[in-house]
T-cell receptor, first 113, second 114 residues
Framework: GAGVSQTPSNKVTEKGKYVELRCDPISGHTALYWYRQSLGQGPEFLIYFQGTGAADDSGLPNDRFFAVRPEGSVSTLKIQRTERGDSAVYLC???????????FGQGTRLTVV | GDSVTQMEGPVTLSEEAFLTINCTYTATGYPSLFWYVQYPGEGLQLLLKATKADDKGSNKGFEATYRKETTSFHLEKGSVQVSDSAVYFCALSTLVTGGFKTIFGAGTRLFVKA
């Protein structure tokens, strides 16, 4: 596609439920990043994939958060037993390995009620 | 660890005023520096970047110079327009295994009045 695509654009879920957020990166981009942006804050790094493997997952807040990229393209961020504090906009970005510029998707706004 | 600090907003200016948004960073090694912009209802977009000391990034009338001695990358524009109203994020990118990791500041909201 022309840009990074994230689905759904909005997700409302009940506390304790499981959610999956999807990211389709720009075709051919090998690097993929997940960020979380809370209201009034800058994007907070969660995890970075190079190809299929997670090169850096140091930003995942706890073991309820997990992300996969099984074929080195689409990625899914999974959140178990959601809490109200997980409410935020989850951003995905992709880039070429050799180019530091990251292209961002529009984000998924997650609301846990 | 690496971090980015930028001036708190909101910043409110009249059209054609001069803009400065301060940004300082802490990093090991030699990061690349960026300004990203988020217009209302839109995703983050790269505004400009600089990859080494003394480089000047520029785009759409905005400029920022990579100052290694002061670890700063302040954003400037000589004459702002209403359409510049947005949130501006300073960021740095450092090399990690197999690629780059970008760390963002908290953002500065700019309002430009007609």
């Amino acid at each position: 596609g022309a840009g990074v695509s994230q689905t759904p654009s909005n997700k409302v879920t009940e506390k304790g439920k499981y959610v999956e957020l999807r990211c389709d990166p720009i075709s051919g981009h090998t690097a993929l990043y997940w960020y979380r942006q809370s209201l009034g804050q800058g994007p907070e790094f969660l995890i970075y994939f190079q190809g299929t493997g997670a090169a850096d997952d140091s930003g995942l807040p706890n073991d309820r958060f997990f992300a996969v990229r099984p074929e080195g393209s689409v990625s899914t961020l999974k959140i178990q037993r959601t809490e109200r504090g997980d409410s935020a906009v989850y951003l995905c970005a992709s880039s070429w390995t050799e180019n530091t510029e990251a292209f961002f998707g529009q984000g998924t706004r997650l609301t846990v009620v | 660890g690496d971090s980015v600090t930028q001036m708190e907003g909101p910043v409110t200016l009249s059209e054609e005023a001069f803009l400065t948004i301060n940004c300082t960073y802490t990093a090991t090694g030699y990061p690349s520096l960026f300004w990203y912009v988020q217009y209302p209802g839109e995703g983050l977009q790269l505004l400009l970047k600089a990859t080494k000391a003394d480089d000047k990034g520029s785009n759409k009338g905005f400029e920022a110079t990579y100052r290694k001695e002061t670890t700063s990358f302040h954003l400037e524009k000589g004459s702002v327009q209403v359409s510049d109203s947005a949130v501006y994020f300073c960021a740095l990118s450092t090399l990690v295994t197999g690629g780059f990791k970008t760390i963002f500041g908290a953002g500065t909201r700019l309002f430009v009045k007609a």
